[in-house]
């Protein structure tokens, strides 16, 4: 079984916020202009809760389908945090090269981006609504980057095996940022930073990944069955979590600080860079709750975390 990153470029660069919007409402046509009209009507509504910033290990997709440990935390997850107005999920399957994109879309695909797994799981929609005026408001709040609506990307994997669990009514909608692989740890902590005004405004913000992802050398075995951790791996995540517990911001954003595993953990930083913008979205102030600990297949952390 494998998975597979998809990297792509957003289809168009707009001059202004004014022309992004003109781009999503008429490109999209009535059904689109329907949709931001209600979006910009429920976010004129009564003061929104403000919705934690919350980093997800999602581990193998066919978690999507099981009924075990993880799945029910991520359910109970959800019942805890509440409904938010949307979603903003950064996901380790979406990445570009040379710009941050945000998806306007108003209905994004449910993208199947991997192989090998039952026909059960390929046949898999969450049809959740996208959220292009939440969507807008994100490309303004990146004033650092020169950031570009996208019509190019639905929800991949690492969003929706996640939300059928926690929101599965697929009633709230969802719109996704993209990670520019080119960048270091610093540009996505600072990138999070920027999007945290959200919170306020009800939006959930949601990093998707692994803290250690090396499916090289994971055990062959059921994929999403609790296991112990090999040293390195368990090594990592230990370091991880010492560091967020210490606020050693640092330390996070240059990951091979953290320890001499990540040789191993972290062979590629794509499934790392999420948990950078959800705790750049935290508040200096809040500390990390940690909804669910353990490792499937030995050498995939499962750690999630919330702060707020």
Known sequence: MRENARTMQPKSTLASRREALRYLTVGAGWGGLLTALQTASAAQEAPAKRMPSIFIGHGSPMNALQDNEFSRRLRQWGSDIGKPRAILMVSAHWLTQGNTAVAVVTKPETIHDFGGFPRELAEMQYP????????????????????????????????????HHMYPQADVPVFQVSIDYAQRGPYHFGLGRELAALRARG?????????????RATENSDATRAQASKPWAQAFDDAVKKALNSGALEALMDYPALDASHAMAVPTPDHYWPLLYALGAADFSEKPAYTFEGFQNGTISMRCMQWG
């Open 203 to 215: 939006v959930l913000i949601a990093g998707s990944g692994n803290v250690v992802h090396n499916l």
């Open 128 to 163: 959740a609504s996208g959220s292009p005026l939440f969507a807008q408001q994100a490309l303004a709040a990146l004033k650092s980057q020169r950031a570009v609506p996208s019509q190019a990307w639905g929800l991949d994997h690492g969003a929706w095996t996640v939300l």
